[in-house]
């Protein structure tokens, strides 16, 4: 069975600093590379939106709100993705999810982490 774990999510003052990680476990993920991988976050009342994605080829996205503060990277060896986010602010608060994709399969979701930035 596949599975998806987050680690790293916490509360942390602005300007601060977190890494999550994902780390990905169970049969389907035998060759992880295959698979686009992606952090999604979402705050009460709103839509979960892509905060980063990296794609099976390694190309790399961001939600413009992130961009030069969040970096997002993979240890396919280990089967491992992780968030690098820096300068957090306020509104980056939500949950974290870790999200694998692949055309001819139903997505994969772990169950969250949360993230506070709060003074």
């Known amino acids: 069975q596949a599975q998806l774990v987050e680690s790293g999510g916490g509360s942390v003052r602005p300007g601060g600093s977190l890494r999550l990680s994902c780390a990905a476990s169970?049969?389907?993920?035998?060759?992880?590379?295959?698979?686009?991988m992606a952090w999604y976050r979402q705050t009460p009342g709103t839509q979960r939106e892509v905060a980063a994605s990296?794609?099976?080829?390694?190309?790399?996205n961001y939600a413009d709100s992130v961009k030069g503060r969040f970096t997002i990277s993979r240890d396919i060896r280990k089967k491992m993705l992780f968030l690098q986010m820096d300068n957090l602010k306020p509104e980056d608060t939500a949950v974290y999810y870790c999200?694998?994709?692949?055309?001819?399969?139903?997505?994969?979701w772990g169950q969250g982490t949360q993230v506070i930035v709060s003074s």
């Open positions: 990296i794609s099976s080829g390694g190309t790399i």
């Open positions: 169970g049969n389907m993920f035998d060759i992880f590379g295959i698979w686009n």
């Open positions: 999200v694998a994709k692949r055309p001819s399969e139903s997505d994969i």
